[in-house]
């Protein structure tokens, strides 16, 4: 079974750029995340789809995050302008319901993002 | 916001010895995950434990669950070097008929010398 697939996996950009994130899911995950994590913490959910609609967005910065997932598969995030503060690892992730109701999640490795 | 908060923040151990990290959480949960995150990685998962278990156990980890304490520990009996990561709880929140979008804490820093 082929992983979470992300790209790019470096990106550098100056400050008040826009850049964009592309993620792959596994076939057949109808959930799909994508979390921030910045060096030396956990991630933290920015966004969560199920199948093509959004679940939960309260932690995006909607003024300049953006993301989609069209046909309920590939998923992109944007960040337009971008600010130093957004230096991160953006992780997506996807997952499908297990028997028990649990979410168990499939991670992409990352795309490591560095503004200057 | 943080759900979990691992303790310790980084752990140093030598080969052949046990580890233990916490999470203690503050709100209900459906269930906790462990996950490990090689440097420069995703997270992996590990093990998942649901509300009403108290302990699982899988190959070299044994996970428990107090949810009147709101606390999880995971133990690695016997580490090697290739255990040195960052270990991650996640918790899903109790929600009415599902479980919903977990949450992670801030993690522990194993390092194991050989």
């Known amino acids: 079974e082929a992983g979470v697939a992300q790209s790019p996996r470096y990106k550098i950009i100056e400050k008040r750029q826009s850049v964009a994130f592309w993620c792959n899911p596994i076939s057949g995950h109808a959930t799909l995340y994508w979390y921030q994590q910045i060096l030396g913490q956990g991630p933290k959910l920015l966004i969560q789809?199920?199948?093509?609609?959004?679940?939960?967005d309260s932690q995006l910065p909607k003024d300049r995050f953006s993301a989609e997932r069209l046909k309920g598969v590939d998923s992109t995030l944007k960040i337009q302008p971008a600010k130093l503060e957004d230096s991160a690892v953006y992780l997506c992730?996807?997952?499908?319901?297990?028997?028990?109701?649990?979410?168990?999640?499939?991670f992409g490795a990352g795309s490591r993002l560095t503004v200057l | 916001s943080q759900q979990g908060e691992e303790d310790p923040q980084a752990l140093s151990i030598q080969e052949g010895e046990n580890a233990t990290m916490n999470c203690s959480y503050k709100t209900s949960i459906n269930n906790l995950q462990w996950y490990r995150q090689n440097s420069g990685r995703g997270l992996v998962h590990l093990i998942l434990i649901r509300s009403n278990e108290r302990e699982k156990h899988s190959g070299r980890l044994r996970v428990t669950l107090d949810t009147s304490k709101k606390s999880s520990s995971l133990l690695i009996t016997a580490s090697r070097a290739a255990d040195t990561a960052s270990y991650f709880c996640?918790?899903?929140?109790?929600?009415?008929?599902?479980?919903?979008?977990?949450?992670f804490g801030s993690g522990t820093q194993l390092t194991v010398l050989p």
């Open positions: 996640a918790t899903a929140p109790q929600v009415r008929g599902s479980a919903r979008q977990l949450t």
């Open positions: 789809f199920q199948n093509n609609g959004v679940v939960d």
């Open positions: 992730a996807s997952s499908t319901r297990q028997v028990s109701g649990a979410n168990v999640l499939t």
